[in-house]
């Protein structure tokens, strides 16, 4: 049978691929792009669009559809074998793109093609396309002598690996530690359902021989300890083992090698720092910043200034309370790191009248998912449904799901794997399986759409069995926040209406804007008319009380000051790291943390927190010099989701608003700026009042 990896007649062959086929099929790949390549670089004729472009584009999606299939594994059910094969390619694929970034014969055919008369009849999509290839091939080292384009392209290798190593330490370190306790009376305050997903993860783990509950650093193990526990002991060892991850401080098992991040991250940023000298620039930060929306470093530092100057009387605020009710209520005179988020919780119960777990209940996964999909049908007129056709699937609870237009024509469909397990990286995220653009068929004598095909995935609980029934899986509200974020963002990878896969979808979106479909699709959990059409209890089957409800949505803004300047804290980190500091220098990176945390955090966390040796965004991610997106993508998220409240109270579902919103902002993908998309949907430019507002800090 033909390689799975190389069929793209259809979606992925999961369930065929074996660890066997990756090697062979990467390097049928890779020959056969650098055949078409060497062909566009011989060609006599004047380079055009069907003839230049387009075979580089078709050989190059084939390349990046199969290498996704094996990252996404790689990320999903990671294995010692799979990991080893997938690092052993990863310098090949890493190798290519950088050689192709560098070609010196393609770049001056772009570069002819971009002066020649012909680019004014392209399509605008095309000429986006061509504009963005020219900046890549300057940002992939270009016009650089031939001595330092060597040494670029082994910086792209070296920081290909790094960071899948730091990926790999962190998924590591998370997956080594776990705690058993063995007596009831330690877990007090820990949730019922909790407590039975800890007793059957000891049940399952053949490694236990005595019974009681096993606790990990997952996040629906973690976070519901720190929140819920009333063992102040056993919060602490939790918090250490969370906080110490992939550092010097982490306790190694015997026979286990030492998975210290901090030594990669001062390579990467060595690595960065030499990258952006060799491009002419003076910081890795303008390196990042040339294919954003954002113009300066400085541009960003006086945006995450001013917000924390604004934020953080709140934060003073938020913290002060904190501590006054540890105080009054809790006998807590000293308040710790591993105690904030159970105090919080407290606090909020004291203040609301109600606590997380409470509306957890009304949660349940087979309501939150036909109600969010019903707030898309409402706002876009279309419809999502368990996919007609079967898709093989990486692991038995991924489902597989239809958008259907108004035709009754798929238009885009998904996978959704909502659980945390064993082998799967930690977080939320989308990606892209396959990306809509037309493709020619020979054999029909016509193009024809390719329905685009995006990966959802998150950490979240799995159902449990309790007294003998299985149990739906149980959302927290923040939860829900995460899963309607990502699908956010997979909206925009599938209701595109762009044809070249350049630009289509999030492809050629400024990395500083592509949080904003996703953001803005968070503010819906926030309303009544949303909410109530999602929610069941899980006993009861009796939906959310509108008096539980008006109690969560005056909480929306509980300690949103301390949220808000955490996110500045990691920004302003991650800026000033990729700015002015120097990874050859005296200060090291906690010192450089240690003195942003002075300048902005009402809360410090202990000496021995290595928050660095986790921050994957930045060093395993897209987002170096980058993080800051979030922020600045919220400021046009807000704004633009207060075109929908100016519908009046209870009218945001409308859909002349969310056709105008798909329109000019899913539709169009990469195609135009960020900014003109903004401006074509707002009729102006955005500004941050919708944000303060939404956070509770507006005058």
């Known amino acids: 049978m033909r390689n799975p990896l190389l069929d793209f007649s259809g979606l992925p062959r999961f369930e065929a691929i074996r660890n066997e086929d990756i090697t062979p099929a990467i390097d049928e790949l890779l020959r056969d792009c650098r055949v078409v390549l060497e062909t566009a670089r011989k060609a006599t004729i004047s380079p055009n669009w069907q003839d230049f472009v387009q075979p580089m584009v078709d050989v190059n999606e084939r390349l990046a559809r199969a290498w996704g299939q094996i990252a996404h594994l790689n990320a999903v059910v990671n294995t010692a074998e799979l990991r080893e094969i997938y690092n052993t390619n990863l310098p090949h694929i890493t190798q290519y793109y950088a050689e192709l970034s560098q070609d010196p014969v393609l770049f001056a055919k772009f570069r002819q093609m971009h002066e020649s008369p012909e680019f004014n009849n392209l399509s605008q999509a095309r000429k986006k396309i061509i504009e963005n290839q020219l900046r890549d091939f300057r940002l992939g080292g270009a016009e650089l002598p031939s ?23 962190l998924l590591d370190a998370t997956n080594a530690f776990s705690l058993l306790i063995e007596r009831e009376e330690q877990l007090a305050g820990i949730p019922e359902d909790v407590l039975e997903a800890a007793r059957q993860a000891a049940q399952g783990d053949p490694a236990i021989t005595t019974s009681g509950w096993k606790f990990t650093l997952h996040a629906p193990s973690y976070l519901p300890v720190m929140q819920y526990a009333h063992n102040r002991e056993l919060r602490e060892r939790m918090y250490r083992a969370y906080a110490t991850r992939a550092s010097e401080l982490e306790t190694l098992a015997e026979g286990e090698t030492s998975r210290n991040n901090m030594p990669l991250i001062q390579q990467i940023l060595r690595l960065r720092q030499e990258e952006a000298r060799l491009l002419g620039y003076d910081c890795y930060a303008q390196v990042s910043l040339a294919s954003k929306m954002a113009q300066t470093p400085q541009q960003i530092l006086d945006f995450l200034n001013e917000l924390a100057a604004k934020a953080k009387p709140y934060a003073v605020r ?146 449990v069995t309790m007294g003998g029934h299985l149990r739906p899986a149980l959302f927290t509200h ?222």
């Not at 001595?147 to 790094?162: C, P, Y």
């Not at 710790?336 to 209940?361: G, M, N, P, T």
């Not at 899963?483 to 762009?498: A, K, N, P, S, V």
Request: one cysteine or more; proline letters at 4%.
């Open 318 to 463: 938020d913290l002060a309370q904190l501590k006054q009710f540890a105080t009054d209520k809790l006998k807590l005179n000293d308040l710790k790191a591993w105690d904030i988020a159970y105090v919080s919780e407290k606090l909020r119960i004291e203040c609301y009248a109600f606590s997380d777990q409470e509306v957890k209940q009304y949660f349940p996964e087979n309501k939150v998912l036909p109600g969010m999909f019903k707030l898309v049908e409402s706002l876009y007129g279309i419809r999502i449904q368990e996919a007609g056709q079967p898709a093989q699937r990486w692991h038995e609870t991924v489902k597989f799901f239809d958008i259907v237009d108004s035709k009754g024509e798929i238009i885009g469909q998904f996978y959704l794997d909502l659980y945390a397990r064993p082998g799967k990286r930690g977080g939320a995220w989308m990606d892209d399986a396959i990306t809509r653009r037309r493709i020619e068929v020979p054999e029909i004598g016509r193009s024809e759409i390719q329905t685009p095909v995006a990966y959802l995935t998150c950490n979240f609980s799995t159902p």
């Open 147 to 169: 001595a330092d384009k060597v040494r670029f392209m082994q910086i792209q290798e070296e920081l290909s690996a790094l960071s899948a190593k730091f990926s790999d330490h």
């Open 478 to 699: 923040d939860e829900v926040i995460t899963l309607f974020h990502e699908f956010g963002h997979g909206l925009h990878h599938l209701l595109t209406q762009i044809d070249e896969l350049g630009v289509s979808g999030i492809n050629g979106v400024e990395w500083d804007a592509v949080e904003l479909p996703s953001q803005f699709m968070e503010n819906f959990c926030w309303e009544w008319e949303v909410l109530q059409d999602m929610t069941a209890h899980v006993e009861s089957g009796l939906p959310l009380p509108r008096a539980l409800f008006d109690k969560i949505l005056a909480a929306r803004n509980f300690q949103s000051g301390l949220q808000t300047l955490r996110q500045i804290e990691f920004a302003l980190f991650d800026m000033h790291l990729h700015t002015d500091f120097d990874p050859e220098g005296s200060q090291t990176v906690l010192q450089q943390l240690d003195k942003i945390r002075r300048q902005v955090a009402v809360i410090i966390p202990p000496e021995f927190n290595r928050f660095p040796n986790s921050f994957a965004h930045i060093f395993a991610g897209g987002y170096a010099a980058g993080y800051y997106s979030y922020k600045w993508a919220e400021v046009l998220s807000a704004d633009a989701y207060s075109m929908f409240e100016e519908n009046g109270a209870g009218q945001v579902i409308n859909q002349q608003t969310g056709a105008r919103f798909w329109n000019e902002i899913l539709a169009v993908g990469g195609s135009r700026s960020a900014l003109e998309s903004f401006i074509a949907f707002r009729g102006r430019e955005p500004n941050i009042d919708a944000l303060l507002r939404h956070h509770g800090m507006a005058n």
